[in-house]
């Protein structure tokens, strides 16, 4: 009986053993298992912080790459808009360049075309010198104007002077035009001489004497008719509606001009008598003319000839 209570003791005790291990193992293992959860899950904790913290390292890079980007761009702005400004500044300093470089140019043009004009007035003078010579003419035979009353042209003079219009005549070119000589000198005060020669130089720059005096033939016309002024001053001077009847009052020109030894030639004959005009008041350079104005002559006026660079009209009958 007894050792059958021990057996049943010791069973007892053996089976409590058995379950207290079991129930060791089992909490031993529950225990690791959770320790292992919570490994995963400091472990997962740990790698989100992680990928935040990288995610915002990788926000700040991007911040910073923006913020050197618009630096970047600022500069590449500021470098444009000066290379701009200095390539505008360099094109204006071209462009003043060759406008200075044009302008003279345009001088040397109008210098060596003015030294052309006055080579050809002194050749047209020299000539006239040669042929004054050989029809043994005196240079006291052209009268003198510059004072205030000119001196009659003495018979000889005038006989002399017939001669010198058929040489004149001569170069006429067959332009219908001829040359009438007077016997009475024409009388200028020292203003309107000094008005008809300035007029004519500037009128006639680069014509031939021919073309000079013919110029004063014209003003001098207008003088005696009854449709113009009757001063050389008030003649040259005149407008019509507004425009003055010599563009050389109104451009600048009768201001400017150099007054050579061949206009004053030119006046002297005219006043002397030399006539080339067939009674012409008015004369225009075509090439040169506002077509408009031309249009007017053609129409209004009776075309005479034409000489040199200049057209010569008189009223219709």
């Known amino acids: ?45 740990e790698n989100t912080v992680s990928k935040e913290k990288e995610l915002e390292d990788t926000q700040l890079l991007i911040e910073k790459t923006e913020i050197e980007n618009t630096k970047v761009r600022e500069n590449a702005l500021s470098v444009i808009e000066k290379s701009t400004a200095e390539m ?18 345009k001088n040397k043009d109008i210098q060596t075309e003015d030294q052309m004009k006055e080579d050809a007035i002194k050749e047209e003078e020299n000539i006239q010198e040669e042929k004054l010579k050989e029809e043994n003419l005196p240079e ?35 332009q219908e035009c001829s040359n009438t000589q007077t016997n009475n000198a024409i009388q200028l005060p020292n203003n309107d001489y000094d008005v008809l020669v300035r007029i004519v130089e500037a009128e006639a720059t680069g014509e031939d004497m021919k073309g000079k005096i013919l110029v004063a033939n014209v003003i001098l016309n207008r003088v005696k008719h009854e449709s113009f002024p009757n001063t050389v001053t008030d003649v040259v001077f005149e407008t019509c509606g507004g425009s003055p009847q010599f563009s050389p009052t109104a451009d600048g020109r009768f201001d400017s001009v150099r007054i050579s030894e061949g206009s004053k030639e030119a006046v002297n004959r005219a006043l002397a008598g030399e006539d080339f005009s067939n009674g012409a008041l008015y004369f225009s350079a075509r090439s040169h003319a506002d077509p408009n104005n031309m249009s007017w002559f053609d129409t209004h006026l009776k075309w005479l000839f034409k000489y040199g660079g200049h057209e010569f009209y008189a009223l219709k009958d």
């Open 1 to 45: 009986m007894y050792k059958k209570m021990k057996h049943k003791i010791n069973n007892k005790i053996i089976w409590t053993i058995v379950y207290f291990s079991i129930l060791c193992l089992a909490i031993g293992f529950a225990v690791k298992q959770e320790r292992e959860i919570v490994d995963t899950m400091v472990l997962g904790m």
């Open 140 to 174: 006291d035979n052209v009268p003198d104007v510059t004072e205030e009353n000119v001196q009659d042209v003495s018979e000889e003079n005038v006989q002399d002077e017939n001669v010198q219009d058929e040489n004149v005549q001569d170069e006429c070119d067959n």
């Open 88 to 105: 505008v500044k360099l094109k204006q300093e071209k462009n003043k360049q060759n406008k200075i470089e044009a302008d003279e140019e």
